[in-house]
């Protein structure tokens, strides 16, 4: 089937190391997305990339970058974990910039700064 | 940017329907209403989406105001399963952004 998975489910960092969360997608979508969801709260968009072209939001922290070296792969990289960036992070796809189907999320990894 | 107003919960006993209200008085003519739901340690999950009609599928209903600025989300027979977390979504230039949802409960 085709969909959106993210690795690892959960993972557990230290504070201050860095740390790298992955997504892949067999859609074949133009576009993909990575939010970040602390507990009880809403989704909240960093970034997304429409194709190679990487447009992050203006409030995203410099402590959060991505790469997506092909169609179907995106990674989320977090240079200084601190306390406060424990939370679901979420990877979503979308054919293309209109999203008229919608989006499509992956399963999420939990990230836990110790 | 594009606000959507929802309660913060919600509770319906099962088999019954529900109608989980949104207000959205600040979208714009080309503004299309989506509805996706969270169970917990899930992504979200489409559900429906809309532009000015009344729309169904397999999973819900949902109904747009004449004016736009407010939708319901109608599922016909609740079930446990349904117990989730259902965010009303406008698209603001080619993004999502999510209100704060309303969590229903199932009560069996």
């Known amino acids: 089937d085709a969909m959106v998975i993210q690795n690892p489910r959960y993972q557990v960092t230290q504070f201050g190391k860095p740390v790298t969360l992955s997504c892949s997608q067999t859609l074949n979508h133009n576009v993909m997305y990575w939010y970040q969801q602390k507990s009880s709260q809403a989704p909240k968009l960093l970034f997304h990339?429409?194709?190679?072209?990487?447009?992050n939001e203006a409030d995203t922290p410099d402590n959060f970058q991505s790469r997506r070296p092909n169609t179907s792969f995106c990674f989320l990289d977090i240079r200084s974990p601190g306390l406060g960036d424990a939370a679901m992070y979420l990877c979503?796809?979308?054919?293309?910039?209109?999203?008229?189907?919608?989006?499509?999320f992956g399963s999420g990894t939990r990230l836990t700064v110790v | 940017d594009a606000k959507t107003t929802q309660p913060n919960s919600m509770e319906s006993n099962e088999e019954e329907p529900v109608h989980l209200p949104c207000n959205h008085s600040?979208?714009?003519?080309?503004?299309?209403i989506h509805w996706y739901r969270q169970l917990p340690s899930q992504g979200p999950e489409y559900v429906i989406h809309g532009l000015t009609s009344n729309v169904n599928n397999r999973m819900a209903s949902l109904a747009i105001a004449e004016d736009r600025k407010s939708s319901t989300l109608i599922l016909h027979r609740a079930t446990l399963r349904d117990a989730a977390v259902y965010y009303c979504?406008?698209?603001?230039?080619?993004?999502?952004?999510f209100g704060t949802g309303t969590s229903l409960t199932v009560i069996p």
């Open positions: 979504i406008l698209r603001a230039g080619n993004q999502f952004y």
């Open positions: 979503a796809t979308s054919r293309d910039q209109r999203a008229l189907d919608g989006y499509t």
């Open positions: 990339y429409y194709d190679k072209d990487f447009n």
């Open positions: 600040t979208i714009s003519g080309t503004d299309y």
